[in-house]
């Protein structure tokens, strides 16, 4: 080995090139998945109203006897069907078999909701640490040329500014990552929030605790509007 050749290292492995096509293809079908969750979330809420409604109309109250235009309302039209109706708690029997149907589908859909979120996430996870691993590594990759380039006082300035070419796609894709990291971190709160509401649904909640359930599902606290619209902004 000449003292030349000993002289200077060999330079590092060429960094893989980055296909910023590749990324921006992962961060549609990322946000595909998204308009997905958000359709079952959609579906979920109207079940958990479904709910709320049935549980109300089965646990109604009796009518009020003490009021005295509905006393004489009564007395006025008392047939044998009024007699029954009274005894029985002012509930049909048909009626309350149709609400406990109701109430056992809808806890049966809001599970199956439950299960298809989870999926989804899953998914979304995937991609957004697909994307995240190939954006670092090929970060890592140019500046392990660029420091290494850099150290070469040979080198001319053209030289210098190709290697720093790879950078900008780097630069969109660094924005992808970011993006789909912080949608599916403020989704999957989103999702722990929902799935406790599921497990706590019970035919003896109050009729204020699933008002509130039915309030936090539509107002989404963990889900920040700003970062949604920045997020389409990219698709566009």
């Not at 709910?51 to 005295?68: D, I, T």
């Not at 056992?104 to 439950?114: G, P, V, Y």
Request: contains cysteine; charged residues 25%.
């Amino acid at each position: 080995m000449t003292g030349e050749a000993a002289a200077h290292e060999a330079p590092p492995a060429s960094p893989v090139l980055f296909d910023e096509e590749k990324a921006r293809r992962s961060f549609l079908d990322f946000m595909t998945k998204v308009t997905q969750y958000e359709e079952l979330v959609d579906a979920g809420k109207r079940f958990l109203v479904k709910f709320h409604q049935e549980l109300e109309h089965f646990r109604r109250p009796k009518l009020p006897m003490e009021s005295g235009a509905l006393s004489e309302l009564v007395k006025s039209n008392y047939t044998d069907r009024m007699k029954c109706y009274l005894e029985a708690g002012c509930h049909l029997q048909h009626q309350s078999i149709r609400n406990i149907n109701q109430l056992q589908s809808c806890e049966e859909k809001l599970e199956d909701h439950i299960n298809k979120a989870k999926l989804l996430l899953e998914e979304l996870q995937y991609l957004a640490e697909h994307v995240y691993s190939t954006t670092l590594t090929a970060n890592l990759g140019v500046i392990r040329s660029s420091n290494y380039f850099h150290g070469d006082n040979n080198l001319t300035d053209e030289c210098c500014e190709d290697e720093q070419q790879p950078v900008d796609p780097l630069d969109s894709a660094v924005t992808y990552s970011s993006v789909m990291i912080l949608v599916h971190n403020m989704l999957k709160l989103d999702y722990s929030m929902q799935e406790k509401i599921v497990k706590a649904l019970c035919l003896k909640a109050s009729s204020s605790e699933l008002a509130s359930y039915c309030l936090m599902w539509d107002l989404r606290p963990y889900v920040d509007d700003n970062v949604m619209q920045l997020a389409w902004k990219f698709v566009r």
